[in-house]
């Protein structure tokens, strides 16, 4: 399969516990995005990378998430202390290029994060 | 600050009936609209990206259009079938780097 890949798929943890999430983009994308989608609510953008480069930060994303793309291929996305509120969907996707264009944007199937 | 609305939040019909399916956005300076579909759990597919200065895109059964003036673009899905039943998300580009989505619509299209 040669689309975007999360992993895991499903994640429970308990308050206060930190976690990681993983992304593999199709392989030619240098672009990859980070969104975070809520019950009954669209995805909202966390962040965004050009190759290696994290370019832009969503206000959504508290000193408690960091996120990284080392050598511009899989991208981790870490939550530190884990709050109730941060459980969601976690996508990830990713392009060629920008969006501005009609770039086309592919996402993975997400990972479900559950804070008990 | 872009708000993106979509009404209604759902939808049921029976087979074979038309959809159509509303979007509203407030600041008109975007560069494209997308609708995606999202199967429940699963993340989300592409369905049609109209850029800014067209007014219609068509895809099979499905058909978008986009009044950028007024903030509204409308999806079309022609002769309804089960394998519709999905929640249909509307997402405009306002940067070149991030969409703004709307909350969706959850159809239902009854055999």
């Known amino acids: 399969d040669t689309g975007v890949s999360q992993d895991p798929r499903h994640k429970i943890t308990k308050r206060g516990q930190n976690v990681t999430f993983r992304c593999d983009p199709i392989?030619?994308?240098?672009?990859l995005y980070w969104y975070r989608q809520t019950l009954g609510q669209g995805p909202e953008f966390l962040t965004y990378?050009?190759?290696?480069?994290?370019?832009?930060k969503s206000r959504l994303l508290s000193d408690r998430f960091s996120a990284e793309r080392p050598k511009g291929s899989f991208s981790t996305l870490e939550i530190q202390r884990t709050e109730q509120g941060d459980s969601a969907m976690y996508l990830c996707?990713?392009?060629?290029?920008?969006?501005?264009?009609?770039?086309?944007?592919?996402f993975g199937e997400g990972s479900r994060l559950t804070v008990l | 600050k872009q708000e993106v609305t979509q009404i209604p939040a759902a939808l049921s019909v029976p087979e074979g009936e038309n959809l159509v399916l509303n979007c509203s956005f407030t600041?008109?300076?975007?560069?494209?609209l997308q609708w995606f579909r999202q199967d429940p759990g699963k993340g989300l597919t592409s369905l049609l990206l109209?850029?800014?200065?067209?007014r219609e895109q068509t895809s099979g059964r499905l058909n978008a259009s986009l009044d950028k003036s007024s903030g509204r673009s409308t999806l079309y899905i022609a002769a309804s079938q089960p394998g519709d039943s999905a929640t249909y998300l509307c997402?405009?580009?306002?940067?070149?780097?991030?969409?703004?989505f709307g909350a969706g619509t959850t159809v239902t299209v009854r055999a």
């Open positions: 996707a990713s392009s060629f290029g920008g969006l501005a264009g009609g770039g086309e944007l592919f």
């Open positions: 392989s030619e994308h240098n672009r």
């Open positions: 990378f050009q190759n290696e480069a994290q370019l832009e």
């Open positions: 600041d008109s300076a975007i560069y494209n």
């Open positions: 109209i850029q800014s200065s067209q």
């Open positions: 997402a405009v580009c306002p940067r070149d780097y991030k969409l703004s």
